[in-house]
């Protein structure tokens, strides 16, 4: 009887760890959204490459308000980056999409949908990563590589379905917080310079259907700056495609030149 009640209680323990062990699959991954911890133990996650390049990507689009902007810009610059896209807002905008394309930018995948990921969903998940990928091909022609989720929220669900899908999660190095009310061209250039070293990837957004109205100008107006002092540091910027994410960051910070 003792061994009964036991066995009993040992089951009723693990019954009831269950859920907690499913929240801690869900939600352990997420923890690579920390910049710090990322660049340290995960260098090729944090999309650092080798030290003499710095990849530019785009999150959030295509957007026909503001996209062309970005497209006019990069062209100007003699420049080609990364977009990921979300995958029912390039159903709704293939020319745009093929444009990007067609410019010689690269298209990678940020989801079906712009969404947080409250509560563990494997199969919505799959689902819906496979279709953003499904997408991406698409309209692009090609076989997406790069997956970065919304909000850079890289949950065990997430994880699992970029694996089964054949896609490769890419986060980045130094970001411009572009998607706030109060950013401005110079903040974003202070904030990418910030935490920018050679062979890291920075994050900036070509819309601002997730962010406050507008904020997309402030990134618009902050490439320039942020070019030039890559390119004052020696460093080329480019696609992930051409980032070589097998390498370390350099030991220097890009510093802003003086005006």
């Known amino acids: 009887m003792r061994r009964d009640a036991n066995a009993g209680r040992l089951l009723t323990a693990a019954v009831a760890a269950v859920p907690a062990l499913v929240a801690a699959a869900h939600a352990g991954p997420a923890g690579t959204w920390l910049a710090g911890p990322r660049r340290a133990l995960l260098p090729a996650l944090a999309g650092i490459g080798t030290p003499h390049h710095v990849a530019l990507t785009f999150d959030d689009g295509p957007d026909p308000n503001s996209t062309p902007a970005f497209l006019a810009a990069l062209d100007e610059l ?7 896209v979300v995958g029912e807002h390039l159903l709704s905008h293939r020319r745009l999409g093929q444009d990007i394309v067609r410019r010689g930018h690269e298209l990678a995948v940020h989801g079906w949908t ?3 990921p409250w509560w563990p969903a494997p199969r919505r998940e799959a689902r819906q990563l496979a279709r ?4 991406v091909a698409e309209v ?4 997406p590589t790069w997956y970065r989720p919304p909000y850079g929220i890289l949950t065990g669900d997430r994880l699992l379905a970029a694996r089964r899908t054949g896609l490769r999660p890419v986060l980045w ?3 411009g917080r572009d998607w706030t009310a109060h950013a401005t061209a110079e903040s974003v250039v202070t904030t990418v310079l910030t935490d920018l070293r050679g062979g890291g990837t920075v994050l900036l957004h070509d819309s601002d259907r997730h962010a406050a109205a507008g904020c997309w100008r402030a990134a618009l107006a902050a490439l320039p700056g942020v070019v030039a ?3 004052a540091a020696g460093l080329t910027v480019g696609p992930l495609g051409e980032h070589g ?4 960051a350099g030991s220097s ?7």
């Open 140 to 143: 692009s022609g090609t076989r």
């Open 78 to 84: 003699a420049l080609r980056a990364t977009f990921f």
């Open 245 to 248: 994410l097998t390498g370390r």
């Open 173 to 175: 190095t130094a970001w």
């Open 253 to 259: 910070h890009v510093r802003q030149p003086r005006r």
């Open 229 to 231: 002092a890559c390119r």
């Open 132 to 135: 953003a990928a499904h997408a």
């Open 114 to 116: 712009h969404e947080r």
